[in-house]
């Protein structure tokens, strides 16, 4: 279309250029990820699925825990007065059942300690009423996807209608967690590769 | 195709010095001009580049467990620089239509493959920030190229950045939307005048309007409404009133600023009707929708089309509206619909009275 080019790249540089760049960025993003499957900390999660489709990335599975409800009774330290958005760090301990559960939450940072796992939340918006935070804040992790083969959500969804289906997930030291393999009735179903 | 024909030579006898580079692009873009150089072979070659896209996409979505997944990346990746250097090596040899095809095919390409690693780890909550990536992957390809093609792809993908921050109402800050959009419009426009391709401005400035749409949904006041319809009027009068200082950029633009900024102001317009309840402040809100249609005609109606149009249709609907709000109520269905059809009458009389005018003296300025 431009005939005159008084500032440009010569094509195949161009090409070289263009395509080395989204490679990677491509790379960084698979990377980030694989890195918290290679050496993030181990949890398992209760899990309540259903299942729409995404017409871009094929059928999936949304995910819900049980720590996606966080009670007002285990935040600790200051809420910011006024609401609005915030992430919240989420101190999680495994139970008896070798399921881990939420003990603390705050909207600052949750130190390291031994024997629990700090989890920070995506951003969320709140309202503060008269008395404060509400009584329970509902928060999303970014764990709340699993993409299947076509046709093979069913299966997981009746699960989820049993409440027999497990999530194992690995954490980053900066609390982003990333789906590690899916438990049903006990058994490993889909197991991560790390690439 | 003659226009490739035309092109090469023209290139020939540039680098010959038979002719100067700029008559070279003057010409060609006479030839662009005319109302025939609508090229097919230029749309199928689009259109085939989109279809191929569509299919890797798909390839991603059907999750396709056949084929390892890391396989499936290394190819998407590989089609990324197939199409690139593709392209690169068709614009050194002078076809640059078809080049400008594999350019499209890598940009999309790009976005199934960011897709695809958000399937592989299972990622939520990043519709927005992925889109994001896409369309500054899509961006930093149409400056590289200096490409057209992909500067028309960073336009809708701009559209599909900002849908996928209202649409994903949980994770997204949606505030981000008040200057993202007219962030990724400066920077469409700036492609636009980079790399030459003139139609994708209406992107920008469609996303501009939309943008404007968005503040008001997020503030929904008669306010908010009232100052978009000065700002499109404002706007409109710097664009289109010959003794403004903005007038020559605007034109050099063609038909598009003074259009858009008019559109807005109409926009605005309508919007208020639905804040004004009082029947005193609606008769006043009338009077100024109608000025505001006879301004645009008379100032823009000889040189801009588009802007006729629009004050036509906005002439004819407010007398309508203003027709039923009034004596509607007061004469009957029936009644309405003659006077109704009187009312259309008129204008219609009016509007080709009009178009004769200016069509004379199109004829007269010619002569």
């Known amino acids: ?195 | 195709m003659y226009r490739g024909r035309l092109e090469r030579d023209l290139k020939l006898w540039t680098a010959q010095g038979l002719i100067d580079e700029p008559v070279a692009s003057r010409l060609l873009k006479e030839y662009d001009s005319r109302p025939s150089s609508f090229s097919l072979g230029r749309v199928l070659m689009i259109i085939a580049a989109l279809l191929v896209s569509a299919a890797v996409l798909l390839l991603v979505a059907a999750n396709w467990e056949a084929i390892p997944r890391l396989v499936r990346l290394i190819g998407i990746v590989g089609v990324i620089w197939g199409a690139y250097l593709a392209g690169g090596l068709l614009i050194t040899r002078g076809a640059e239509r078809l080049a400008a095809a594999f350019l499209v095919l890598g940009t999309l390409a790009f976005g199934g493959a960011i897709a695809l690693v958000g399937q592989m780890y299972h990622l939520s909550g990043d519709t927005f920030q992925a889109m994001l990536v896409w369309f500054a992957g899509a961006v930093v390809a149409a400056v590289l190229f200096r490409s057209g093609a992909v500067t028309a792809i960073a336009g809708f993908l701009a559209f599909v950045v900002a849908g996928a921050d209202w649409t994903a109402s949980y994770n997204t800050n949606e505030m981000v939307l008040l200057w993202l959009m007219p962030v990724m419009a400066v920077i469409i426009i700036l492609l636009v005048r980079y790399t030459g391709a003139d139609r994708v401005r209406h992107l920008a400035y469609l996303l501009l309007v939309t943008w404007l749409a968005f503040i008001y949904s997020e503030y929904e006041t008669p306010t908010t409404a009232i100052t978009i319809a000065a700002f499109g009027a404002v706007a409109y009068l710097l664009a289109a009133v010959p003794q403004s200082p903005l007038h020559a950029v605007a034109r050099s633009a063609g038909a598009s600023p003074a259009f858009y900024s008019y559109l807005v102001l109409i926009v605005g317009l309508l919007v208020l009707h639905a804040e004004f309840d009082d029947i005193g402040d609606r008769l006043f809100l009338g009077i100024i929708t109608l000025a505001a249609a006879i301004a645009g005609i008379a100032l823009s109606g000889k040189e801009n089309g588009a802007v006729r149009y629009l004050g036509y249709a906005t002439f004819a609907a407010e007398t309508l509206y203003l027709a039923s709000e009034t004596i509607g109520s007061i004469i009957g269905t029936s009644g309405f619909f003659l006077v109704s059809g009187l009312v259309v009458a008129l204008i219609a009389w009016g509007v080709i009275a009009l178009e004769r005018r200016f069509s004379q003296a199109e004829t007269k300025a010619e002569a």
């Open chain 1, 1 to 195: 279309m431009t005939t005159s080019r008084f500032f440009s790249l010569p094509p195949l540089v161009a090409a070289i250029v263009a395509a080395a760049l989204q490679t990677a960025v491509l790379g960084y993003m698979v990377e980030s990820r694989a890195s918290i499957l290679r050496s993030g900390a181990d949890i398992k999660l209760k899990t309540l699925p259903v299942d729409p489709r995404d017409l871009l990335r094929g059928d999936y599975v949304i995910l819900s825990y049980s720590i996606s409800t966080i009670s007002k009774s285990i935040i600790t330290g200051q809420a910011p007065a006024a609401g609005g958005r915030a992430r919240l760090s989420v101190r999680l301990k495994p139970g008896t059942d070798t399921l881990w559960t939420a003990t603390e939450a705050s909207f600052g940072e949750l130190a390291p300690a031994e024997g629990s796992v700090v989890m920070r939340t995506l951003p969320f918006d709140y309202y503060a009423g008269v008395d404060g935070l509400p009584e329970t804040l509902f928060v999303n992790y970014g764990i709340e996807r699993y993409y299947v083969p076509e046709g093979e959500g069913k299966v997981l969804e009746d699960a989820r209608n049993q409440e027999e289906l497990e999530v194992e997930a690995r954490v980053s030291d900066d609390g982003t967690p990333q789906i590690a393999r899916l438990i049903l009735r006990g058994e490993p179903i889909y197991d991560e590769p790390l690439y």
